[in-house]
């Protein structure tokens, strides 16, 4: 079975700190996607990783794909409330169908 | 804007009572998701549409069905609704199985009296 695990499970900070969230599996993906989730809606796609060592930058949000292609870590530079939300990682195994592995998600509260 | 929409956003159905909800996608992507996801859990995949190929997950009950009319359209149908089937249910799309993004509607809240 594949697992994507995130940790932590819940994070709530105050504005203007900083935070990272870690996606971990033991299996190698061809992509890596994060999404954020806002209560009553779906994922918004974030970003794609694909190529091992790979950063890419979304303005104060970082995100980088392990250089193995089993983890990913997201971080937040001055979290802001706007930045609540659940965020999930996918990975995708690759082959004939990429079918996407999700994590449980990490729930994140950012306090004004 | 290109979009994945769902209808509706909120769905109150009874214990046993047949409901059916809907996606439709202006993307026009080859492979359209059915997703469950529960309180603060995963979203867990149903089963998915290739063009008009229907793959259905192993563990997806046969009280859950899925039909694809043509590319823009898809529909969930429960059969025979239990309590434990009230969630939340994400319609999302990629343009075919090489592209691993997906696009997610907004999803709808199913509950279950």
């Known amino acids: 079975t594949q697992l994507l695990e995130q940790s932590p499970q819940f994070l709530s900070i105050q504005e203007g700190e900083n935070l990272t969230v870690y996606c971990n599996s033991s299996?190698?993906?061809?992509?890596l996607q994060w999404y954020r989730q806002e209560p009553g809606e779906g994922p918004v796609l974030l970003v794609t990783?694909?190529?091992?060592?790979e950063v890419k930058k979304l303005k104060r949000l970082t995100f980088q794909f392990g250089d193995a292609r089993k983890d990913s870590s997201l971080h937040i530079t001055a979290a802001q409330p706007g930045d609540t939300g659940l965020y999930l990682c996918?990975?995708?195994?690759?082959?004939?169908?990429?079918?996407?592995?999700f994590g449980a998600g990490t729930r994140l509260a950012v306090h004004p | 804007d290109a979009m994945v929409i769902q209808n509706p956003r909120y769905q109150v159905t009874q214990f046993g009572k047949p409901v059916t909800l809907s996606c439709s996608q202006t993307?026009?992507?080859?492979?359209m998701y059915w997703y469950q996801q529960k309180s603060s859990q995963a979203p867990k995949l149903l089963f998915h549409?290739?063009?008009?190929?229907?793959?259905n997950e192993a563990d997806t009950p046969d009280n859950f069905q899925s039909r694809r009319p043509n590319t823009s359209f898809c529909f969930l149908d429960i059969r025979s609704p239990g309590l434990g089937d009230a969630a939340m249910y994400l319609c999302?799309?990629?343009?075919?199985?090489?592209?691993?993004?997906?696009?997610f509607g907004p999803g709808t809240r199913l509950t279950v009296l």
């Open positions: 299996s190698v993906f061809s992509s």
């Open positions: 999302a799309t990629s343009r075919d199985f090489t592209g691993t993004e997906q696009f």
């Open positions: 996918a990975g995708a195994l690759g082959g004939g169908y990429n079918k996407l592995i």
């Open positions: 993307l026009n992507h080859n492979v």
């Open positions: 549409y290739y063009d008009k190929d229907f793959n």
């Open positions: 990783v694909v190529t091992g060592g």
